[in-house]
């Protein structure tokens, strides 16, 4: 069995009643998912406007800032809330939202900041601020069965992993930071 946002994304809609059920549920399932949903795509578009702008005369610090700016702002930041609010094994409070959104968006602005602007200690307090989002991103997470997909261990630990991916590509990210401005 699918978890409910899949199943309204893969599975066929079959009457205009089933299609406002399904799209009232998903709505509020993932209601906590919007922020993360609205500020991750429009990353993705950020990215894309930045990758046109720069095509003329293209640089190492734009390709990355490109790259930055859709898999971990946008890309990461959409699986991330939607996937704690299908994973979440408690009701997810507004402060805890808010403190993740805060905390992962203004550290991904002191990183790209940051390094645009060759300035570390910026971007080692933007890394130390998505590292403190990803700890609430796991806590938000813990325990076992979630309310919305029950038994969908793989999908946790997928979570577990992309957050796990995360934490590891800031030192790697710091040290190339480090060596490129030295």
Do not use: C, D
């Amino acid at each position: 069995m699918l978890p409910g946002w899949l199943a309204m994304v893969l599975l066929p809609l079959r009457s205009p009643e089933r299609a406002e059920v399904r799209a009232s549920s998903v709505v509020s399932v993932h209601r906590p998912a919007l922020p993360f949903i609205v500020i991750g795509g429009a990353a993705i578009v950020a990215g894309g406007l930045v990758s046109a702008a720069s095509a003329l005369t293209p640089s190492y610090t734009a390709s990355w800032a490109v790259a930055y700016l859709v898999l971990v702002v946008g890309a990461a930041q959409l699986i991330l809330g939607l996937g704690q609010s299908s994973l979440a094994t408690k009701r997810l409070t507004g402060s805890l939202i808010v403190g993740e959104v805060v905390a992962f968006n203004l550290g991904n602005v002191g990183v790209l900041a940051g390094t645009v602007f060759s300035q570390p200690v910026v971007v080692y307090v933007g890394a130390a601020l998505i590292v403190a989002a990803q700890a609430l991103f796991l806590w938000a997470v813990r325990g076992g069965r979630s309310v919305h997909s029950p038994g969908h261990s793989p999908l946790r630990w997928g979570y577990r992993a992309l957050i796990v991916v995360l934490l590891v590509s800031i030192p790697v990210g710091l040290v190339i930071a480090s060596l490129r401005t030295a």
